[in-house]
């Protein structure tokens, strides 16, 4: 929870700084066009701001792609705290089962508490392993891929 | 006029970016936080473009996507998806729900408006 709580405190304040450095920027950038236009400045002068704005252009995108980190990461942590969550219940299930051993239960009837234990284990893995579907793939953030149908 | 699509995802972060991407390309936004709340909105007004993620709560993406192709106005509107999902599986279900494109997360601005273009102009 914690963790959840300080990464989207983190992605709001990220969020919120790109969004007012792109615009201060874009109001710079602006200015610059004006100036370009009414200024008499050396091609090469020109040329260089039109590589610059061009270059803000390209690490914006990658910004924005960056930002996104946070989505793909919550998703990643609630699938740790359900499987978290499952091994617990798996324990609790193991422990609830064990309580009715008794060493001086004959062999058939340990093996038939154990042969439940092992049954509610499996039960209890398929239920975690069905809601542990990975939806996150990922391994880095490149952009992923697109497909028109 | 410009163009209005409709973003759908539970994730404050990514609606963001995404509207931060599509206005600065000239198109109108509109955002919805999961899929009975894109739903409602698509409802009040029909938009060009519908771009939604899936694992969302209350309903989600493949259920919006079937509930607006059950409505006459949202028949031939393009829905494109937006998730970290990337089975074959999953795009499958989504192409069989009725989506018209798949895009996996994390996106780049400018291949999103590339393929928004190519879809809608």
Redesign the interface.
Known sequence: MQTTFLLSGA??KL?ASF?AI?EAVTTQQLEINALLNVADMPPSAKQSIRESREKIGVE??AA?????????T??LIVRAINRVNGLRESLDALALHGSGMNQEHEHEEIARLLNEMSASLSTRDDALMGGLRK????QD????????? | MAKTILAVDDSGSLRQMVAFSLKAAGYDVVSAVDGQDGLNKAKEKTVDLVLTDQNMPIMDGLTLIKNLRELGSYRAVPILMLTTESSDEMKAKGKAAGANGWLVKPFDPKRLIEVVQKVIG
Do not use: K, P, W
């Open positions: 992605i709001e969020g969004m792109h914006v995108n924005v792609t960056g930002l996104q980190f946070q989505d793909m919550s998703q939806s996150v793939a990922q953030m490149d952009s992923g891929e697109i497909e028109l149908f």
